[in-house]
C-alpha cells in the first residue's frame, strides 16, 4: 500500500531534550516536507526537500533540522525543543514540487512541557 | 501578499443537507487549487484538484467550481454523510519556479444526525 509513515503518532516531552521525528514513504518521491499545524493557523511548512541531500527552510524553519540521506525517509529533528513547538506535524511527499498531489502521513502529535 | 481565505471557520449541518465552503484567494500568478479533506487526528487527503481552465469538477457528492476572474472557490457538499464531518482545507499553488503552495485555514463541517 503507498503511503507516508510517521513515528511516534504522540509524543511529549520536556524542554531542551532532543528529539526526531521520523518520516517514510514507500511510493520512491521525490519531493518531501515537513508542515505543522496550529489551531487556527492552518499547515505551515517548515522544511522541504526537492531529493537526496537536497532540503531547504520552508515559512516556520526556526528551531528545527532536518536531513535526507535517502529518497525514501525525511527525518524532523528538535535538537532544543520549546513549549512553542507543541503542535501537530505532517509529513507529505510528492512525484516532485509542482502541480502533483502531495500525500500526508497520519500525524505526530508533539507536546513539550 | 499571496493568502487564502476560507470561510466560514465552522459549519453545523444537519445530516442529508447541502452545503457550500468558500475559499478567496490571493495568489498570482495561479497555477492550481486543490481541496482537501481531514478527518480529526488523520492528514489531509486530495478531494479534488482544479486548473486555471477549469471551473467545475466533481469528485462523488463534492463539486468543487472555480472563478479564476474573481479568485474564488467553492466546495459543495450534497446530501451530506455523517462522514463528512472533517476540516476542509483549500491549497492554492503559485504558478513560479518555485511553485509555492498557500495553506487556508480551513472550514470545520460538523454533521449532525
Known amino acids: 500500500e503507498a503511503q507516508v509513515t510517521q513515528n511516534p503518532r504522540y509524543l511529549i516531552t520536556v524542554t531542551g531534550k532532543k528529539l526526531t521525528v521520523t518520516c517514510s514513504q514507500n511510493?520512491?518521491?521525490?519531493?518531501m516536507s515537513w508542515y505543522r499545524q496550529d489551531p487556527g493557523l492552518g499547515l505551515r511548512q517548515i522544511y522541504y526537500?526537492?531529493?537526496?541531500?537536497?532540503?531547504d527552510k520552508g515559512d516556520v524553519p526556526e528551531g528545527y533540522k532536518v536531513s535526507r540521506k535517502e529518497k525514501r525517509n525525511f527525518p524532523l529533528i528538535l535538537e532544543s525543543p520549546s513549549p512553542n513547538q507543541t503542535s501537530l506535524y505532517f509529513c507529505a511527499s510528492s512525484t516532485a514540487r509542482g502541480a502533483y498531489e502531495q500525500y500526508f502521513g497520519p500525524g505526530t502529535r508533539l507536546t513539550v512541557t | 501578499k499571496n493568502q487564502v481565505e476560507q470561510s466560514p471557520q465552522s459549519l453545523i449541518i444537519l445530516e442529508g443537507k447541502n452545503c457550500t465552503l468558500q475559499c478567496n484567494y490571493t495568489v498570482s500568478p495561479f497555477s492550481n487549487l486543490r481541496w482537501y479533506k481531514q478527518d480529526t487526528g488523520r492528514g489531509p487527503v486530495s478531494l479534488t484538484i482544479m486548473t486555471f481552465s477549469e471551473n467545475t469538477k466533481s469528485n462523488g457528492r463534492y463539486t468543487a467550481t472555480l472563478d479564476a476572474d474573481t479568485k474564488q472557490s467553492s466546495l459543495h457538499i450534497t446530501a451530506s454523510q455523517l462522514s463528512d464531518s472533517a476540516s476542509y482545507i483549500c491549497v492554492v499553488r503559485e504558478q513560479t519556479g518555485a511553485n509555492n503552495l498557500f495553506f487556508g485555514t480551513g472550514t470545520r463541517l460538523t454533521v449532525i444526525p
Open positions: 511510493m520512491n518521491h521525490e519531493y
Open positions: 526537500s526537492m531529493n537526496v541531500e537536497v532540503t
